[in-house]
């Protein structure tokens, strides 16, 4: 089967849906949403993720290895906090999130040196932007040189240069992340397809969500627009990031860019019926 290796981050997401002040807590940060949803795709999964060596990091290797995943390659350090995230959710399922990192910024050469063989063993690898950003940068350059798969979700918007990327890179980002990144924010397609085509000046294949609209991909000069199926929305967390272990699940079976794309919006409309960034069970 073939192995994804998901580096990434992972929180403890404090949940507060319109109207609650006392919040509910779900397994959260990218990484873990991405590794979670992969392997409930049918993935061979390998998270490799860092917390602190406390009852948020405790949760969330319990909670992973109850998914199957394994947490060797969890890192618990002492002396440092898990990262969470504040999660206000409007009545419309929105989520309006504030990342408190912690333990996701403390990638070093330690994590460099572990990461490398894995690296090596895996077929696709799957980055996001909640961990130091030189790591993924370099991570990405070395995926590249070995010829991996990667699918570079370009979240949270943090301020950077993005690389040229490789052919076998494909770039997936959210309409705010593109309005982040092109000063273009994609309201309707026209605009979306702008937006697209100036990443694809960096990338050969792009990918932006659009949420209940689906999504728009650029690849090799052309332009799509995948439809999502209509949904009863609860939440829109983490819907992104069921659409990129959707897509690397569905191109490491050979599907089309378009196919596999498609997939995804499934996927991803299908996380949003559930509240939690990764409560969807039903992918
Ligand atoms: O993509 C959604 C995730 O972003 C949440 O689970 C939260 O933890 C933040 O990392």
């Excluded at 995943?69 to 419309?92: E, M, W």
């Excluded at 819907?239 to 919006?265: H, K, M, N, P």
């Amino acid at each position: 089967m073939c192995k994804i290796l998901v580096a990434g981050s992972l929180c403890v997401d404090y949940y507060y849906p319109a109207g609650r002040d006392i919040p509910l807590i779900f397994p959260g940060g990218k990484g873990g949403n991405q590794a979670v949803a992969a392997k409930r795709l049918g993935a061979d999964v390998w998270l490799f993720a860092v917390v602190g060596a406390d009852e948020g990091g405790a949760f969330l290797l319990q909670h992973l290895k109850k998914e199957g995943i394994s947490t060797d390659t969890v890192f618990q350090k002492p002396h440092l906090n898990t990262g969470y995230c504040l999660i206000r959710l409007s009545a419309d399922g929105e989520g309006n999130i504030q990342g408190y990192p912690g333990a996701n910024l403390h990638w070093g050469q330690a994590e460099w040196e572990k990461v490398l063989p894995l690296l090596k063993k895996a077929d696709c690898l799957l980055l996001q932007l909640e961990i130091p950003l030189p790591f993924v940068w370099k991570l990405l350059h070395a995926a590249e040189a070995l010829g991996k798969m990667v699918i570079l979700n370009l979240g949270p918007p943090r301020r950077t240069e993005l690389p040229q990327l490789g052919e076998k890179t494909f770039l997936v980002l959210n309409a705010q992340e593109a309005g982040f990144h092109t000063q273009i924010f994609p309201e309707d397609f026209a605009s979306a397809k702008k937006a697209a085509s100036i990443l694809r000046k960096k990338a050969h294949h792009v990918v932006i969500t659009l949420g209940s609209r689906g999504a728009l991909l650029a690849t090799e000069g052309d332009y799509w627009h995948l439809e999502a199926p209509k949904k009863e929305v609860v939440d829109t967390t983490g819907a992104g990031d069921a659409f990129c272990a959707a897509l690397a699940v569905a191109l490491l079976r050979e599907e089309t860019l378009q196919e596999a794309a498609s997939f995804a919006c499934r996927a991803a409309a299908e996380a949003t019926t559930v509240l939690g960034a990764q409560g969807s069970t039903n992918l």
